[in-house]
């Protein structure tokens, strides 16, 4: 039996860390996160990159859903490399993991080396003066991963630094490389040609570093094909449920649900307005449900008259604009006795997916997944210590 924590106080198991569910009385929505779906997109994950060891992404927060109870229940699953954003992301996951190996995507800011070191934190190195000054600050002790660009323009060693560092294996120093590293920039489009040209750069510049072991794929990249998993891949979205493409059903399972509180229900005639900038006017006459969630929870303003919930069985869409703290959905064909004041409408779910909430507001299921605030009654799901 799943169990759904609902005591004041937190929970601690051998392996992981639960916390508390809050009092939905007080929230206007409820946010319910399966730990052990998390930590069975992880197992899936893992098995499809083998022989690749299998890390996990766990910046911003666990994607939204919170970094400690997640962590834990990853590395109760077997993870023992973490990847954060930044410096403060990784502190944050120390705490939770004492023994894991953290590193943090964002390189080496100045003068932090000490404390990436206090923290036994480990940069991923994007520049050859990251390199110098991590080389000078750790030297045998610190161990890292050198990021290169391989067509992204984004973070990573340049084409002429990579090829300065081929040539001047002393600009290294003492630094252990535990992986070389590059990120794709195209694996949600597997027919994308830039996916095939970045394979074939970053199998290049490992041949100027013979055995050092090489990371490329993030999900989207695991699952374009082993080619792409070399020694270490690192899933985030896939983690969290996601479809890295966006397109279609996702390939993992889910592991949110979010549910919004009916607030109000009120009767409205036709051309009566509903909401801020009067956007909607009702057709006929029309029951209205107004929901305690919002764009301060994360439930963002562009799903305004276009947005939709389920309340059992049947769909309800939101009408008028969504306001910081409440939404309108129309429930007039919606039974009475299943939407009166303290029912829910499910904005995500098995009924209600997260891509098809990101598609309708025009953006991607990370920034669905990261925007969802802290305002929820959050409830942590876990069977236990142990995945089954």
């Known amino acids: 039996m799943i169990a759904c924590l609902t005591d004041t106080a937190e929970m601690s198991c051998k392996d992981s860390i639960i916390p508390a569910a809050q009092d939905n009385a007080v929230h206007g929505a409820r946010l319910e996160i399966d730990l052990d779906a998390i930590a069975a997109n992880y197992t899936r994950i893992a098995e499809l990159a083998r022989p690749a060891a299998t890390a996990a992404v766990v910046k911003a927060d666990a994607y939204g859903l919170g970094i400690a109870p997640v962590a834990s229940r990853l590395a109760a699953a077997g993870c023992e490399i ?9 502190v944050a996951l120390r705490a939770v993991l004492p023994d894991a190996r953290i590193y943090i995507f964002h390189g080496l800011p100045e003068d932090v080396s000490e404390r990436f070191i206090a923290h036994r934190l480990r940069p991923v190195l994007n520049s050859l003066s990251e390199l110098a000054a991590w080389r000078t600050a750790a030297g045998p002790r610190g161990g890292a991963i050198l990021n290169f660009d391989t067509g992204m323009s984004r973070l990573g060693l340049s084409a002429q630094e990579t090829l300065q560092l081929a040539a001047d294996r002393n600009l290294l120093g003492d630094v252990e490389v535990d992986y070389l590293m590059s990120h794709l920039a195209c694996a949600d489009q597997p027919q994308h040609p830039l996916n095939q040209q970045q394979l074939t750069a970053f199998i290049k510049l490992r041949g100027m570093f013979p055995g050092v072991p090489a990371s490329l794929a993030n999900t989207a990249g695991v699952l374009l094909g082993p080619q792409y998993h070399f020694d270490l891949v690192r899933p985030g979205i896939g983690l969290f449920g996601g479809n890295p493409s966006g397109i279609g059903g996702s390939p993992f399972r889910t ?3 979010l549910h919004a509180k009916i607030l109000q229900v009120r009767d409205i005639d036709s051309q009566d307005c509903v909401g801020y900038g009067a956007t909607y006017r009702a057709t006929g006459p029309a029951r209205i449900a107004v929901a305690g969630i919002g764009y301060a929870d994360g439930w ?3 799903l305004g008259n276009i947005g ?3 309340i059992g ?12 703290d409440l939404c309108a959905f129309d429930v007039t064909a919606v039974p009475p006795e299943l939407c009166s004041p303290g029912s829910e409408i499910e904005l995500i779910g098995p ?12 953006t991607i299921n990370y920034e669905m997944l990261t925007r969802l ?4 009654a959050r ?3 876990a069977l236990g210590n142990k995945p089954k």
């Open 308 to 310: 939709s919930g389920m």
């Open 300 to 302: 963002m303003r562009a």
């Open 82 to 90: 973490f990847f954060a954003a930044h410096f403060a992301e990784g």
């Open 351 to 362: 009924h209600a997916t997260l891509e098809r909430a990101a598609e309708t507001a025009a």
């Open 313 to 324: 069985g049947h769909s309800v869409p939101l009408v008028g604009r969504v306001s910081m």
């Open 373 to 376: 605030g802290h305002r929820f």
């Open 255 to 257: 592991t949110i649900e």
């Open 379 to 381: 409830t942590y799901r």
